[in-house]
T-cell receptor
C-alpha cells in the first residue's frame, strides 16, 4: 500500500504567497516528518510532529496532523524564492522499526520572484 | 551544526564492479540508515543499523548489499556486483537514540552504473 502521498504534485506560487501541501498515509504512525530536497541534493529535515500532536510551528512553517483522517499538511508562509524545492512527507509507522521511514512522492514547489 | 557527510558525491562504475559508498554519521548518533532514490521515484528504505548489526533491511537489500561500521566514525554501504538498476542516489542518515527523533541525511552519493 502507498504511504505518505502528497498533493499537489506541483505548486507554483509567487514570492510572498503561502504554499500549502498535503500528505495522506495509511498506517498507524509514531510520527510524521517533513523534509525538503533541493534539486540533486540531500534531504533536509524540516519538522517532526508526533502522533499525539495536532499542530506544530517552526519559523515560517506550520504543520498539522489529523490522525483520524490520516493526513497532514505543511504550510509555508510568506514564501521566498529560496523555498523552491521538493517537499516530502515521511511516516514513521508503529508497525516498523524507528527510523524506517516511508516517503511520499513529494510536492515540487516553485516560488517565482 | 553537525552534519552527515557522504563520499564520493558521484560514482560512476561499470556493471559487475564493486562499489563502496562511505558515510560519516553525526558523532553522538547511534542509529544509521541507508536509503536510495532512483531518478524520478520515491526515497526508499534500504537498511537500518544499530549496535554493530543490521536491525532491519528491505527486500531491495539482497545478498549483493552489505553494510559495515569499520571504525567509530565511518558507515559504509557495499554493492558487490553492480547492476544497471542500482543507479540511484544513495543517502546515508543517522539519528539519536531517543524515539521520535528525526533522521539527519547526508547530501547523497549519485551512483551511475554503465
Amino acid at each position: 500500500s502507498q504511504q505518505g502521498e502528497e498533493d499537489p504534485q506541483a505548486l507554483s506560487i509567487q514570492e510572498g504567497e503561502n504554499a500549502t501541501m498535503n500528505c495522506s498515509y495509511k498506517t498507524s504512525i509514531n510520527n510524521l516528518q517533513w523534509y525538503r530536497q533541493n534539486s540533486g541534493r540531500g534531504l533536509v529535515h524540516l519538522i517532526l510532529i508526533r502522533s499525539n500532536e495536532r499542530e506544530k510551528h517552526s519559523g515560517r512553517l506550520r504543520v498539522t496532523l489529523d490522525t483520524s483522517k490520516k493526513s497532514s499538511s505543511l504550510l509555508i508562509t510568506a514564501s521566498r524564492a529560496a523555498d523552491t524545492a521538493s517537499y516530502f512527507c515521511a511516516t514513521d509507522s508503529t508497525t516498523d522499526s524507528w527510523g524506517k521511514l516511508q516517503f511520499g512522492a513529494g510536492t515540487q514547489v516553485v516560488v517565482t520572484p | 551544526e553537525p552534519e552527515v557527510t557522504q563520499t564520493p558525491s558521484h560514482q560512476v562504475t561499470q556493471m559487475g564492479q564493486e562499489v563502496i559508498l562511505r558515510c560519516v554519521p553525526i558523532s553522538n548518533h547511534l542509529y544509521f540508515y541507508w536509503y536510495r532514490q532512483i531518478l524520478g521515484q520515491k526515497v526508499e528504505f534500504l537498511v537500518s543499523f544499530y549496535n554493530n548489526e543490521i536491525s532491519e533491511k528491505s527486500e531491495i537489500f539482497d545478498d549483493q548489499f552489505s553494510v559495515e561500521r569499520p571504525d567509530g566514525s565511518n558507515f559504509t554501504l557495499k554493492i558487490r556486483s553492480t547492476k544497471l538498476e542500482d543507479s540511484a542516489m544513495y543517502f546515508c542518515a543517522s539519528r539519536r537514540a531517543s524515539s521520535n527523533s528525526p533522521l539527519h541525511f547526508g547530501n547523497g552519493t549519485r551512483l551511475t552504473v554503465t
